[in-house]
């Protein structure tokens, strides 16, 4: 069974530019996670889906990220414009239910920003 | 709100040597606990987990016990192989959110 794949694993542009990073989670997982790992700082939340619906945004920082998931399979996050502070790796995680259940990670995306 | 706090690495052991990465959190009710290992170049794997008070979660040689009258979740590994060289986070998850909250990592370094 194939896990958590995201793409693209590294991502290098310049400050005011649009990046969209792709996640697609473990095949029937309705749940779906975005997490963000800032140099030196904790992985933090962002958002969560469960199938199409966004469940929880409460982590998402301010409205120049913007994510899908349309049709419920694989999510999109978007940074538009991207700044320096949004540097960081970007992680997606999936699972089969909600709350309790183990969340499986895929090997994130490196973005910087110049 | 939830929070995670664990040791500040790096830690660097040498090969046999016994592993005690600490681990304390804040959270309200009765949250679930994690250990999550990121190996080089790879995803954040679930190393163990514990989802009530005194369970001991262990996996590959690792256990954490669920100590909630410290509020604790300290990682140990009787004999460390160059093989967990890797970053080690410590998170929970509360009864009503599906968030995870995570600590910052400690980076592990075991030498020959």
């Known amino acids: 069974e194939a896990g958590v794949t995201q793409f693209p694993s590294h991502s290098v542009i310049e400050k005011g530019q649009t990046v969209t990073l792709r996640c697609d989670p473990i095949?029937?997982?309705?749940?779906l996670y975005w997490y963000r790992r800032v140099m030196g700082k904790e992985i933090k939340f962002l958002l969560h889906f469960v199938k199409e619906s966004k469940q929880d945004e409460s982590g998402m920082p301010n409205n120049r990220f913007l994510a899908e998931r349309t049709g419920g399979t694989y999510s999109t996050l978007k940074v538009q414009p991207a700044e320096l502070e949004d540097s960081g790796v970007y992680f997606c995680?999936?699972?089969?239910?909600?709350?309790?259940?183990?969340?499986?990670f895929g090997p994130g995306t490196r973005l910087l920003v110049l | 709100g939830n929070s995670v706090t664990q040791m500040e690495g790096p830690v660097t052991l040498s090969e046999e040597a016994f592993l005690t990465i600490n681990c304390t959190y804040t959270a309200t009710g009765y949250p679930s606990l994690f250990w999550y290992v990121q190996y080089p170049g790879e995803g954040l794997q679930l190393l163990l987990k514990a989802t009530k008070a005194d369970d001991k979660g262990s996996n590959k040689g690792f256990e954490a016990t669920y100590r909630k009258e410290t509020t604790s979740f300290h990682l140990e590994k009787g004999s460390v192989q160059v093989s967990d060289s890797a970053v080690y986070f410590c998170?929970?998850?509360?009864?009503?959110?599906?968030?995870?909250?995570f600590g910052k990592g400690t980076s592990l370094l075991v030498t020959p």
């Open positions: 095949s029937g997982h309705d749940n």
């Open positions: 995680a999936s699972s089969q239910d909600k709350g309790r259940e183990t969340q499986y």
């Open positions: 998170a929970l998850s509360d009864r009503s959110g599906y968030a995870l909250n």
